[in-house]
């Protein structure tokens, strides 16, 4: 998962602009954002996981509606 925030003055905390599941969609953002000069992208480690989980239960959840269980 990838952030891309705006950096404000040293002193204050960063914005968050948009949360994105690949980089190269953070970055097509950043590249129509023009205007702003000041937005970055970070990488938020140790979420896959959580993915995963969310995929198996919609798993979970498409074999119980096509009657599995």
Known sequence: MYV???RMTPDSY???IGVFLM????QSFIE???GI???????VS???AYWNMIREKLNEQVYVADGGY
């Open 4 to 6: 891309v925030y705006q």
């Open 37 to 43: 000069a000041s937005l970055t992208i970070e990488e």
């Open 14 to 16: 960063p914005v968050m």
């Open 32 to 34: 129509t954002q023009a």
């Open 23 to 26: 980089k190269s969609d953070a």
């Open 46 to 48: 140790g979420t896959w």
